[in-house]
């Protein structure tokens, strides 16, 4: 069975680091791409970034260029956010999910929600001004 597990989410004052873990099971990295996705309260779910084992690829939304970096560590089955610099329009329900198929390097395919088959319960993360 597919498990994703979200944590490290909180609340933090702008301009401020956390680092969020996706804790999976179930499946390998070498075979699944894994994303990180937001939701904030009446919008759409946005893919902010992704990581490929078999691609070697990390791609990474221009909202977060810069200041998000996504990182695995096959060792523990867990996948890391560090979100550093946060503003409070970073505030948003952060999830992780995988998708079998990759997150290709230089294209914003493996960003898009739909295409990403499990996914976790997500967790808050909350960016005061």
């Known amino acids: 069975e597919v498990q994703l597990v979200e944590s490290g989410g909180g609340l933090v004052q702008t301009g401020g680091s956390l680092r969020l873990s996706c804790a999976v099971s179930g499946f390998s990295f070498a075979e699944y791409a894994i994303g990180w996705f937001r939701q904030a309260p009446a919008q759409e779910r946005e893919g902010i970034s992704c990581i490929s084992d078999s691609f070697g690829s990390t791609v990474y939304a221009d909202s977060v260029q810069g200041r998000f970096t996504i990182s695995s560590d096959d060792a523990k089955n867990t996948v890391y956010l560090q979100m550093n610099s946060l503003k409070p329009e970073d505030t948003a329900v952060y999830y992780c999910?995988?998708?079998?198929?990759?997150?290709?390097?230089?294209?914003?395919?493996?960003?898009?929600?739909?295409?990403?088959?499990?996914w976790g319960q997500g967790t808050q993360v909350t960016v005061s001004s």
């Open positions: 999910a995988a998708d079998e198929g990759g997150c290709p390097p230089g294209l914003d395919y493996g960003l898009a929600p739909y295409i990403y088959q499990y």
